[in-house]
């Protein structure tokens, strides 16, 4: 019954800020860990953010300190909080849930297949582009 959708996709300025919304559904907050991953035109699927079970946080260092990940607990719901946004930041954005893990999942390789061996729920993306 896990599920997750993203939202919150759209334009954004170079310099400007956009969050986006993954809404979880099957299970509350405490049993999963949320990721926040991108696809940028060719390029491999990249994750850039998640946030464990216990609301510990990681981020790529390329949006350390221009990204947040966040949670509503209320609401179910994690938000990544894009600020300073940059071009090469555009893509597809997805979020993913991996149910029951203690910590955030990183697998051995970090491309898709790597990143979907680990992370088992999937939205259907978000495209945030960069206006110019």
């Known amino acids: 019954q896990l599920s997750v959708v993203e939202s919150g996709g759209g334009l954004v300025q170079p310099g400007g800020s956009l969050r986006l919304s993954c809404l979880v559904s099957g299970l509350t907050l405490e049993y999963v860990a949320i990721g926040w991953f991108r696809q940028a035109p060719g390029k491999e699927l990249e994750g850039i953010s998640c946030m464990s079970r216990n609301g510990r946080t990681d981020y790529l260092e390329s949006v350390k300190g221009r990204f947040t990940i966040s949670s509503d607990n209320g609401k179910n719901t994690v938000y990544l909080e894009m600020n300073s946004f940059e071009h090469n930041d555009a893509g597809i954005y997805y979020c993913?849930?991996?149910?029951?893990?203690?910590?955030?999942?990183?697998?051995?390789?970090?491309?898709?297949?790597?990143?979907?061996?680990?992370?088992?729920?999937w939205g259907q993306g978000t495209q945030v582009t960069v206006s110019s």
């Open positions: 993913a849930a991996a149910p029951f893990r203690p910590n955030c999942p990183i697998p051995r390789r970090r491309g898709e297949e790597g990143w979907k061996s680990v992370y088992g729920n």
